[in-house]
């Protein structure tokens, strides 16, 4: 970040493909309904949630086709609360969560916060990132194991798991008496007829070991609202949530306002235009990539991101050099910000060649960022060949 | 909970004394501010809070006299968020952390949360629940023991501690190598002159041991707003709070513009007829209590609660009896709700014939509860003498 604080002080334009953060506009109706909010108190609300959204969240469930009833949900502050509350109901401290890296960087802060130790698997890029044999899973389970925490469709890969895959690990979470928490937060984000998602809840055999987590800064381009929410129908995980979610007090509840109206919209309105922008997106960051020698990437299924392995020594190296002596050399007022992959690998050394592209930005800056992408591998000087 | 629903269907007017949710209305410029933001994408913020926040902050604790620097300051979401993370930043599982009893309740929340183990010690209504002497406090002191935690002015008993106090726990702090978590959050809530609030980061040889944490919860009445702040000059525990606060991204967004617009207020706009008020309802409520014979209660020197010890053989026996008997056997539609004290107690048995008593009605309402509460320690059917 300090290194492209000084390329915009030095007037350079950064294209910044390492951050997750939309630039999509917010619903215009959630924005609206927050700024009709004409209450005197700005009072504690439920710790649960304000019954009005959680009535519509399960109207939004239902839509999905999902049997979710009102005392399943629970809203949180935001999906990162969410991971957090899940992973302490679910383990000790010390106990054992498995997860498939790359992973969302920062379930090693919640790990850390919660006291569990993430046990990592390895995906490949070379099939996708999808899931290894059951086998190679079962491995890794110990006497200490209490969960499988994955994400679906995949942060950071793209990747969006077949409904074998989901059943797979829905039976080894039963056969082993393991919890399931599924990040589902993309849930929409999926791109392809003949690619869909499959949720965690479709697996009524085990509704007692599945826990959702779920948040709308993606879905509805509400990033900094700070809502997310958690389903389960085991009481007795919801019952710690809820122990949780007392001694917190509240969901923040002016954006519960916002949320509610943007989950009353129907998917023409939002959701489908917005998808389809993304589709475009993936497009044209994934054909300018297919282009370039030496690259190895795959189509993502979903979500907002894709991983490549790229043909170079170090991904932070390459990442630092865009930022500090690309745009010298080739006389330019522009780069680009990558995210190097290793951050989201547990295992040391892994993803050294590899960055994660967010597909953030309009289709015209992300075509220009590519191409300078293309451009840049020409000249690195830690290119491999 | 649900005997006040109860009482309520059936038309009975409940006096909510058990819950520090003011009636006092937040301030109109925080509101306005809110109403007024009109941006495109609620976006994800900074971690540590946003600037324009952090420098109204800094403005604040120097207005209080305090050293603060913006380098010292993170904004979390409430106070509940500023706990959690001291207790995990300070404290690893299993360590301890020492409190006095009656404690804020949800302390324990946190502290399993943060899988911290909390020692009470216990403190006295007969002596207004100041600290007990300094060996007693050493005494609780094991190898285990990372930090002293404290809230002053304090939640639940209105105790100030007084300079003396303060400083004998930083004197402690420095000797034995512990944190001091301060709970700041009533610091404005002082009724007296001769009576002022001690801040933990006015002792300078402690800085580095100092973790003040505050919440505008209470000041402006904004429990909703779910923002608070720590501040603390010691650079690993602000990493730590750092790292805790980059996974859970970042606080609400628009509360923090809110909440910005609350703290630009003089003294005189806001808070300053706040305490004025509340200083009537404390004398209200002290009045009628000192009436009632057989009750043991001291004037509260601050915050906006009391602890009074009641002729009663059981708080709980008494509370459940005045939503669900009381009413109807005095053939009128009112009662009162009264948090039984017991829950402020980590110690199994203490507190069983406390209450306290939340004043944050009208002085009318107030009085009204009160009278209700003299007429029902006289015919109560467990009444001790």
Chains 1, 2 share one sequence.
């Not at 919640?110 to 899931?131: C, D, Y």
């Not at 200490?144 to 797979?168: M, Q, S």
């Not at 826990?211 to 997310?228: E, Q, T, W």
């Amino acid at each position: 970040m300090p290194l492209a604080d000084a390329a915009k002080e030095a007037g350079v334009t950064v294209y910044h493909l390492n951050i997750g953060q939309p630039d999509i506009e917010s619903p215009r109706k959630a924005i609206d309904a927050m700024r009709a909010w004409d209450g005197k108190v700005l009072a504690y609300g439920h710790s649960q949630g304000q019954k009005f959204l959680l009535e519509t969240l399960v109207s939004y469930y239902r839509s999905c086709g999902l049997d979710v009833n009102l005392e399943d949900v629970f809203v949180t502050t935001a999906g990162s609360e969410a991971i957090v509350f899940a992973m302490t109901a679910v383990a000790d401290p010390g106990e054992e969560v498995i997860v498939f890296e790359p992973f969302y960087t920062n379930y090693n802060g919640f790990a850390s916060m919660a006291s569990v130790k993430l046990v990592p698997l390895t995906l490949s890029v070379e099939n996708g990132f999808h899931l290894p044999p059951r086998e190679a899973i079962k491995r890794k389970i110990t006497p200490h194991t209490r969960a499988i925490l994955y994400c679906n469709p995949n942060n950071p890969t793209g990747t969006v798991y077949t409904e074998d895959e989901v059943e797979t690990l829905a039976d080894i979470a039963l056969d082993n008496d393991l919890f399931l928490l599924a990040d589902e937060v993309y849930r929409e984000f999926i791109y392809d007829t003949g690619v869909k998602h499959t949720s965690v809840l479709q697996f009524t055999d085990i509704w007692d070991r599945a826990v959702m987590l779920d948040s709308v800064s993606k879905r509805f381009s509400m990033c900094g609202a700070r809502i997310g929410h958690i389903v389960t129908k085991n009481r007795d995980i919801w019952a710690s949530v809820m122990k949780f979610g007392q001694a917190r007090l509240c969901p923040p509840q002016i954006e519960q306002v916002a949320v509610d109206a943007a989950y009353r919209m129907t998917p023409d309105e939002y959701v489908i235009p917005m998808i389809a922008e993304y589709r475009r997106r993936r497009d044209t960051v994934y054909d300018k990539l297919q282009a370039i020698p030496g690259v190895k990437s795959f189509l993502p299924e979903g979500a907002f991101y894709l991983v490549a392995a790229l043909p170079i020594d170090d991904a932070d190296r390459f990442s630092a050099w865009l930022l500090t002596d690309f745009w010298k050399q080739e006389g330019i007022r522009e780069t680009v910000m990558l995210a190097p992959a290793s951050g989201f690998y547990a295992t040391e050394g892994m993803g050294a060649n590899e960055v994660r592209i967010a597909y953030v930005l309009s289709c015209e800056q992300l075509g220009r960022a590519m191409d300078l992408v293309a451009r840049a591998l020409e000249v690195y000087p830690g290119r491999k060949t």
